[in-house]
């Protein structure tokens, strides 16, 4: 009887898989200059024979406005938003952008009189609206009756806010909303002070609307 041991049967290697497992990933990368590189996995796009895509224009679309008694009428990326169309095309810096997101209300005007964030809302639908900023509060040397109340009130501090807050406020008055100092607080909750001057905004707005 052979002592012989049965030759073992040796599967061929198999390819290595596509998709490293969790363990060789980590062996094999490395942190070069803040960017990932594992090993032959990276690489660069010019290797796989990729070129950066054309971007393609962005469409444009032409609005006619009233800003402050003043018509403009100007061509601009359909994606502008009114507040990048008051700051930049037409250099009226007094609205401000804060959070840029509508959640601050520090970039507040009125359009055709009702207050509206003007970083959410899109400049190319504004066909024929009239605008009014902080620049179009006063006449000549003669401020605006909430601009004067926040003076006699003394309430600012940064100011950074304060041309969204004398907006909102003068909407709020238009709108009615100022029986209460409960209810002016509510109606101007949309407009947030960093330096919490809102005891003397809530003030203020009440002197303007009923001259006390």
């Known amino acids: 009887m052979s002592t012989e041991l049965p030759e073992a049967t040796v599967s061929p290697p198999t390819e290595p898989p596509l998709t490293p497992s969790r363990r060789t990933f980590i062996a094999t990368t490395t942190v070069v200059g803040g960017a990932v590189v594992a090993g032959s996995l990276f690489m660069a796009p010019d290797a796989l024979g990729d070129e950066p895509a054309n971007t393609a224009e962005a469409p444009s679309g032409r609005v006619s406005l009233t800003v402050n008694g003043e018509r403009h009428t100007v061509t601009v990326d359909n994606?502008?938003?009114?507040?990048?169309?008051?700051?930049?095309?037409?250099?009226?810096?007094?609205?401000?952008?804060?959070?840029?997101?509508?959640?601050?209300?520090a970039c507040t005007v009125l359009v055709d009189g009702r207050r509206v964030n003007s970083c959410l809302t899109l400049a190319v639908r504004l066909e024929g609206a009239e605008v009014t900023t902080i620049e179009g509060l006063a006449d000549g040397d003669d401020?605006?009756?909430?601009?004067?109340?926040?003076?006699?009130?003394?309430?600012?501090?940064?100011?950074?806010c304060t041309p969204g807050q004398i907006m909102s406020g003068v909407g709020c008055i238009k709108e009615g909303h100022t029986g209460s100092a409960e209810?002016?607080?509510?109606?101007?909750?949309?407009?947030?002070?960093?330096?919490?001057?809102?005891?003397?905004?809530?003030?203020?707005?009440?002197?303007?609307?009923h001259g006390k």
């Open 143 to 160: 401020l605006h009756k909430v601009q004067q109340a926040f003076i006699d009130e003394d309430a600012f501090q940064c100011g950074f």
């Open 183 to 209: 209810e002016i607080r509510e109606w101007m909750s949309g407009n947030l002070c960093r330096c919490g001057c809102y005891v003397k905004i809530v003030r203020a707005v009440g002197h303007a609307a």
């Open 79 to 105: 994606r502008t938003s009114l507040l990048d169309l008051l700051r930049e095309h037409l250099k009226l810096t007094g609205s401000k952008k804060g959070c840029n997101a509508g959640a601050c209300g």
